[in-house]
């Protein structure tokens, strides 16, 4: 299911906990498994939680409680707008607008090309560079005018 690559990684963060608490890696264990397959299937989540000796149950509430799992498929780039209330306030409700007519989907879609996927995010604690983007939960892109987005779009085509 998982690459050797993708459970050595994980040992590592296993290797982090008490051997009787193995559970307690599940949040990075579902971030490299993520990495690895696009996306977290039930399949998937299962896995990772057999690996870890834990109910599948418990790591599936885990994996649906933070948004930085997907739980579908997303987009090579997956985008995401703070419209929270101090983003919202400095131009966050229109970055995202910009975004949706740039890209031609609105929040939970995807690209017909499967390019990009666009989500609408809770506050990134970035309110004094809004508004703000997270490019597949791991760049964090500031100050997203509609020149900023043009630019980040570019790279990611």
């Known amino acids: 299911m998982l690459s050797q690559e993708a459970l050595k990684l994980i040992d590592r963060e296993v290797a982090k906990y008490p051997a009787d608490q193995k559970q307690s890696a599940v949040m990075a264990a579902l971030a490299i498994a993520q ?27 885990v994996a649906s409680f933070y948004n930085m799992y997907d739980l579908d498929p997303v987009g090579k780039y997956k985008l995401t707008v703070c419209t929270n209330l101090p983003c919202a306030l400095s131009g966050g409700v229109h970055a995202a607008d910009y975004v949706k007519e740039k890209l031609g989907i609105d929040f939970n879609e995807t690209t017909a090309d499967g390019k990009f ?3 609408e995010g809770e506050c990134m604690g970035a ?30 085509k």
């Open 35 to 61: 990495d690895e397959k696009g996306w977290l299937a039930r399949e998937t989540i299962e896995y990772v939680a057999n690996y870890l000796e834990m109910p599948a149950i418990a790591a599936y509430e």
């Open 117 to 119: 996927t666009l989500k």
């Open 127 to 156: 309110c004094g560079d809004a508004p703000v983007m997270l490019v597949n939960n791991k760049r964090m892109c500031s100050f997203m005018t509609p020149e900023q987005i043009d630019k980040l779009l570019a790279e990611c």
